[in-house]
C-alpha cells in the first residue's frame, strides 16, 4: 500500500488541503493520505487559543465523508514538540510493509536542511514536494534543479506534484474572521460551524 503522510498545524484545516490531498492521491497513485496535526512544530509558535483538540476535531470533520483520508492523533500525543523523524518511526511500525510519502510545500522543500535528523527520515519515507502559491516566483527556475541535487546528494528519489495552486492560508482564514469577514467556501461547512459554536479565532 502507497500512504501519504500530509502534516501541518491545520489552524484551521481549509479547503486547500483538501484539494490538494485529492488531488495528490490520483497524482502519486496513493492508497490513503493521514492528516496529522502537529503538537508544537519547532519552526511555528501556536496560540493559547487553539488548542490541539479544536484543532483534531476541525480535521476530524473536514475528512469526515473521504474513506481515503485518514486522521491521526500521533503527534498530538506527545508533551513536546513534534520532530518528524519521530513521528515517521512510529507509522513505520504502524505500516512496516508498506510505502510511505511524506507530503510537503515547496517552500518547506527549502528548508529540509535544517530538519532533525534529516538522513533518518529518507530511511523511511520519499518526499512529495508541491508547488505552495506565492513561492512560484522565487522558486520556479530553480526548484527542478535543487530536488534533482537533493536526490543525487542523499541518494534517494524525491518527486514534484503539480497540484492545483490554491490562494487560501489559514492566516487569511483567521484574519477574515478575526474581522467579521464571511469565510464560507475557505473551509468546509462543518468545519466553519464549529469555529462558531467554540468561538475559534475572534
Do not use: C
Not at 508544537?40 to 483520508?69: C, Q, W
Not at 508547488?131 to 520556479?140: A, E, F, L, T
Request: overall charge negative; aromatic content about 10%; glycine content about 6%.
Amino acid at each position: 500500500m502507497r500512504v501519504g503522510i500530509f502534516g501541518g498545524t491545520f489552524n484551521p484545516i481549509h479547503m486547500g488541503h483538501l484539494i490538494i490531498a485529492e488531488h495528490i492521491l490520483d497524482a502519486a497513485q496513493l492508497d490513503k493520505i493521514i492528516f496529522i496535526p502537529a503538537q508544537s512544530p519547532p519552526h511555528k509558535s501556536l496560540s493559547l487559543t487553539d488548542s490541539a483538540e479544536h484543532r483534531y476535531e476541525m480535521v476530524r470533520l473536514a475528512i469526515s465523508g473521504n474513506s481515503r483520508f485518514e486522521i491521526s492523533d500521533i503527534e498530538l500525543k506527545r508533551n513536546s514538540k513534534s520532530y518528524s523523524v519521530e513521528t515517521v518511526r512510529e507509522l513505520k511500525k504502524v505500516y512496516p510493509n508498506d510505502k510511505l510519502f511524506f507530503i510537503i510545500g515547496s517552500d518547506t522543500f527549502y528548508e529540509l536542511g535544517t530538519w532533525f535528523d534529516l538522513p533518518g527520515i529518507l530511511e523511511i519515507v520519499e518526499f512529495l514536494v508541491v508547488r505552495r502559491p506565492g513561492y512560484i516566483d522565487k522558486y520556479i527556475n530553480t526548484l527542478d534543479q535543487a530536488m534533482e541535487d537533493f536526490a543525487i546528494i542523499h541518494g534517494v528519489n524525491i518527486s514534484l506534484v503539480d497540484a492545483p495552486l490554491i490562494q487560501i492560508s489559514s492566516t487569511l482564514i483567521r484574519d477574515k474572521y478575526e474581522n467579521g469577514a464571511s469565510i464560507r467556501y475557505l473551509v468546509p461547512e462543518n468545519v466553519m460551524s464549529f469555529i462558531g459554536a467554540r468561538g475559534l479565532y475572534e
